[in-house]
């Protein structure tokens, strides 16, 4: 069974076994075709019991985020750790170690939010880069982390609790995205749940304060507020997180229940 019922993270690899991060006990693995269970938790080596991200490289490594303690490279053949911190030194040391977000891009580099900020880590080097040494614009991110994508022309979006980034690799160049009082043209709040890229290309972004539709061309922002006398409008602000399905519907799973689009 599961090692916890209170639980951080889900991701399910290609091999359709599901990864559950867990608050305090580790992390649950399950085959969905033989429905067998394998905990991995401290017992094992990892630094912390609090899995709030997981991602699964491949059938043999496996990327493990802590809530509180840092970042876990697992050989799950080998059983060897990887460890990455802010309490470490070098090519190991994290920015923060309270990780929320990875990403591995199209160019084969992973991407950890924290809560100060983005790490990039190099496969080729195996070293981990602060983002503001890769992006040396006005634009800094340095609060929490909540999601990270990548969209179709393999730029990235960052959302963070203050504000959305547009990262543009080509030029190097990063856009911040804000609420500003008073213009209707802005997020809807700067604190960012979740980002999804649509099949049109737009730009969803889900926030403490309603769901925003974005437009880089021309520059537009559309909102979506709860209003009780409207029956299409989100369930309610607070909407953590939005996805699309096969049939072009977009799910937003909020505070109070889900909603379509």
Not at 9 to 21: F, K, T, V, Y
Not at 38 to 55: L, T
Not at 187 to 192: A, F, G, K, R, T
């Amino acid at each position: 069974s599961l090692s916890s019922n209170s639980v951080f993270s889900i991701n399910e690899d290609r091999s359709h076994n599901l990864w559950i991060g867990t608050d305090g006990n580790g992390l649950s693995q399950i085959d969905l075709k033989s429905k067998k269970f394998e905990i991995y938790n401290s017992d094992n080596g990892i630094s912390d019991n609090m899995m709030s991200a997981v991602f699964v490289e491949s059938k043999k490594i496996l990327w493990i985020g802590t809530l509180n303690n840092g970042l876990n490279i697992l050989n799950r053949e080998t059983g060897d750790i990887k460890m990455y911190s802010d309490k470490l030194t070098g090519d190991n040391k994290l920015i923060d170690d309270h990780i929320h977000a990875i990403l591995k891009d199209s160019r084969g580099k992973i991407w950890v939010g924290t809560n100060k900020g983005v790490n990039i880590y190099y496969p080729e080097t195996k070293k981990m880069m602060n983002l503001q040494d890769y992006f040396k614009g006005d634009v800094k991110i340095t609060s929490r982390v909540n999601s990270i994508i990548e969209t179709k022309n393999k730029n990235i979006w960052v959302g963070t609790e203050n504000g959305a980034y547009y990262l543009d690799f080509q030029y190097h160049d990063a856009r911040g995205f804000f609420n500003k009082p008073n213009e209707s043209n802005s997020l809807s709040s700067n604190h960012v749940y979740s980002i999804l890229e649509d099949s049109d290309g737009d730009i969803w972004i889900t926030t403490v304060t309603g769901l925003n539709r974005l437009n880089l061309l021309p520059f537009s922002v559309q909102r979506f507020l709860y209003d009780p006398k409207n029956n299409n409008s989100p369930r309610s602000n607070s909407i953590y997180c939005a996805i699309q399905d096969k049939q072009g519907l977009i799910w937003l799973a909020t505070s109070c229940g889900l909603n379509t689009y």
